[in-house]
């Protein structure tokens, strides 16, 4: 947990009751230089980290980004009760206990934040940065997928296929849980993958790893479409019409992040 996390306990219980539904613990005390407020990013990022570093059992984006919330966001002291505090926790920011990657989605365009947290949608290339959250939604005939942001967008001075008139793309380093390499490019690999550049020959692990996205943008950097991997290729381009995706930023101007009332004194 990170140490901000931890003073939740002793901020919520200080602070006054308000109702929002129920009554919740508002962890609203003005945050200064010797209390800096919870840095949302960086706690996702961490997250993403660890769960590379130490790989739990999830199976999707969306549930590495909710597992991830889970070990970052909340410390609830006593670990017996930190499952069922966790999905109520999520449940109170984003209306389920296992969100997916449709519902978080729906929520980020809304920019629908609670429990502290503020939501800022990033319409260009340059903004997007480590911790940020890359969304794709659900669709007819995909079920959709979540990543974190693993470090600034890096542009392909040489184009790959397919290419399009007045389009900039860019190498996106991400971190994610997924079942399908991110391609086998070699300069922007999938940890995952062992084949190198052979995508026939070599084993995928499933899980939480590090990879690349390639995204188009306009010239000015305003982002367009995307690929699955940064791999040439005559498919495999949507655009926001045909898979659309959202990247947001979470933030925070409060201390320790507000969560669900258990019943707590």
Sequence with gaps: MLSNVSRFLMVSAAASLVAFG??????DEV??????????????????????????VVGTGGALFSWIQANEFWDHGDPMLEEEF???????????????????????????????????????????????????????TYSGHTVIV????????????????????????????????????TTYPDSRWTGGSSCSVGTFTTGPGTAYMRLYTDLSGNLLGHT????????????????????????STQCALDHADHGEP
């Design 150 to 185: 693993n470090g600034a967008a890096v542009e392909l001075t040489t184009q790959l296929n397919p290419k399009f008139l007045s389009t900039r793309q860019w190498a996106l380093p991400i971190i994610d849980s997924t079942s399908s390499k991110h391609g086998c490019n």
């Design 31 to 56: 945050c200064g230089e010797e209390d800096p407020a919870f840095d949302v990013p960086s706690a996702i990022h961490a997250g993403a980290l660890s769960a590379v570093a130490n790989p739990p």
């Design 228 to 251: 699955w991997s940064v791999t040439s290729s005559m498919t495999g381009y949507y655009s926001q019409t045909d898979r659309p995706y959202v990247i947001a930023r979470l933030t």
């Design 86 to 140: 966790d999905e109520d926790d999520l449940f109170y920011l984003w209306g389920s206990q296992g969100p997916t990657s449709e519902q978080y989605y729906a929520k980020l365009v809304a920019q629908q934040s609670k429990a502290g947290l503020d939501i800022a949608l990033i319409s260009n290339i340059t903004s997007v940065a480590a911790g940020d959250v890359l969304v794709l939604n659900k669709t007819m």
């Design 22 to 27: 129920s009554a919740r613990a508002e962890a």
